[in-house]
């Protein structure tokens, strides 16, 4: 990645320059099916999920056909938008908004159970103005959810990287889950629905993933900080 290209990665014209010449379907990170496990365990099939900086992912498409029923996705590229709103115009279970993900005026309060986030923090943390465009997500995100809701994020972000981010919102209660990258690794080291340890440093994942581990982490954020309330409501979302 070019300097120039990353500081791009959080405008508007370079994603759409990039999906006129990329039209072909792409997931970034992680696909549906091994990420399922633990989307079923935070998120129910009748709930309002959203997908951010959603791309020309496949992701809501299985999603759809894995039986949830409504499935927003909303991108800062108007390109790849119209380019979704065509391909799945006969899914009704799937809508497609162009909208940034900094400001989400359109959307009220409280109006989605679970927001799920594959590289788009990490997109506009390598952009220009990154901590303040990151919190900037970050609260619209806590806006939107309902009490209880998840935010789900998948990242190469390690705790010593991304925590700080999550933390100093302190508005929600934070679990990490780790899961191999599916590019190099076509069998699970990590159990993905157990979350691991996590204090307010890195030091625990540290001595027990190794300095350098070949994984993505995925944080949930738990809308409130009342922990045993919110274990509560997750595990209502698995049953």
């Known amino acids: 990645m070019t300097g120039a290209a990353s500081q791009a990665y959080g405008e508007a014209w370079y994603w759409d320059e990039r999906y006129r010449k990329e039209v072909g379907p792409f997931d970034w990170y992680q ?71 900094k400001n989400m005026s359109d959307f009220e309060s409280g109006s989605f159970d679970a927001v799920i986030d594959k590289g788009t923090l990490d997109s506009i943390m390598c952009g220009q103005n990154s901590q303040e465009h990151a919190t900037m997500m970050l609260e619209e995100v806590y806006r939107i959810l309902k009490d209880n809701g998840v935010y789900i994020m998948i990242t190469y972000g390690d705790p010593s990287y991304r925590l700080h981010l999550l933390k100093d919102m302190q508005l929600w209660t934070v679990k990490l889950h780790v899961i191999d990258r599916w590019e190099r690794s076509s069998k699970q080291t990590w159990d993905l629905t157990e979350p ?42 698995a049953n």
């Open 196 to 237: 691991l340890p996590l204090h307010d440093d890195s030091t625990s994942i540290i001595s027990l993933l190794g300095p350098k581990p070949d994984v993505h982490y995925i944080y949930v954020c738990i809308k409130g900080n009342d922990s045993a309330g919110s274990k509560a409501g997750a595990n209502e979302a």
């Open 31 to 101: 696909k549906y099916p091994a990420l399922a496990p633990l989307l079923r365990l935070y998120a129910r099939t009748h709930q309002r999920l959203l997908l951010v900086g959603c791309g020309n992912s496949v992701f809501g498409e299985n999603m759809v056909d894995d039986g949830y029923q409504d499935v927003v996705n909303i991108d800062i590229s108007s390109v790849v938008i119209e380019q979704m709103k065509k391909k799945y115009h006969d899914k009704p279970q799937l809508k497609y908004i162009k909208m940034d993900v």
